[in-house]
């Protein structure tokens, strides 16, 4: 059996769409014919620069879109943007629909994740950190995510181990409905409590004590700081930090965090235990996660 081409597929299907309204059969297909593209559920996701020429009034948008998602093995259709606001809003274009609106569920790693795709944000280059958020878990640990979304994070964590408990802060609506599907599409409801609304101020009031904090949010989570060291146990833990730097810079960066982090913790010995690069985020600069170990000024005495 002839095995399936996505690519030869879709420049078929194009090539037939034109040759019915009317063009030879060796019409050029323009540049902006994806090359790549995301494809889960019943989704495809193009990139921004699919199919924007003025080559393309030629066939009705209706047909196009029906076209792309039969050759593609889809029955919805969008085109990405930009992730946008302290929401984190995708600006994504929905080009054909159907009763499911934009929910849509990704599987990876054995975990069902859930989620609007109008409404909520994907990165599947943070793939590997939401694998080590799962690696890393230990049995009883208590862990807070100050910037969960649809539990990115939160969920590997908590599969990690049963004992594992878990505080998700979450400000966005339509990300908090997620995660609550999510927590309990994967089995794991039990051990989460979401705080809704800004985690400077839930945290802050929830009297937490917790022995390792993620702070996921891009491009700067620093702002977070001081209410995640209110939270932090007496005996001290780990603090995830994500933050973008600049390519072959990553030591600057990281001093300065450090520095900040320090001011802000007063009990606590601020340690450096390691830095991951992530993805790269723009031209010459990176998503990366500093692993700081704080530990309380009482075990130097």
């Not at 994806?34 to 393309?56: G, Q, Y």
Request: glycine letters at 6%.
């Amino acid at each position: 059996m002839a095995r399936f081409d996505p690519h030869s597929n879709l420049e078929e299907g194009l090539r037939d769409l034109l040759i019915q309204s009317g063009f030879s059969e060796d019409v050029p297909l323009p540049s902006d014919v994806p090359k790549k593209w995301e494809r889960f559920d019943d989704v495809v996701i193009l990139p921004p620069s699919a199919f924007v020429s003025e080559f393309w009034d030629c066939v009705s948008e209706a047909s196009l879109w029906v076209c792309v998602a039969r050759c593609l093995g889809a029955e919805r259709v969008f085109r990405k943007g930009e992730v946008d606001g302290p929401m984190r809003k995708p600006m994504i274009e929905p080009l054909l629909m159907s009763s499911r609106g934009g929910w849509a569920v990704r599987k990876e790693n054995g975990i069902r994740y859930g989620y609007d795709i109008l409404q909520c944000m994907w990165s599947a280059g943070n793939v590997n950190e939401r694998r080590r958020m799962r690696e890393i878990g230990k049995r009883g640990e208590r862990i807070l995510d100050m910037f969960a979304g649809i539990g990115y994070y939160t969920l590997p964590s908590l599969m990690a181990d049963p004992s594992i408990t878990v505080w998700s802060c979450e400000w966005n609506d339509a990300a908090i409905e997620a995660l609550r599907w999510n927590l309990k599409e994967n089995n794991v409801e039990s051990q989460c409590t979401i705080l809704e609304g800004d985690c400077r101020e839930t945290v802050t009031s929830s009297d937490l004590e917790v022995d390792r904090i993620i702070l996921g949010l891009l491009p700067d989570a620093t702002s977070a700081v001081d209410a995640a060291i209110g939270a932090m146990s007496e005996k001290g833990g780990m603090i995830h930090l994500h933050g973008l730097a600049a390519s072959g810079e990553y030591d600057h960066y990281s001093s300065n965090w450090i520095s900040e982090i320090q001011i802000a913790s007063n009990d606590y010995d601020i340690r450096p235990a390691a830095l991951h690069r992530v993805k790269s985020y723009a031209p010459r600069w990176d998503h990366v996660v500093l692993d700081l170990n704080l530990i309380p000024h009482h075990d130097y005495e």
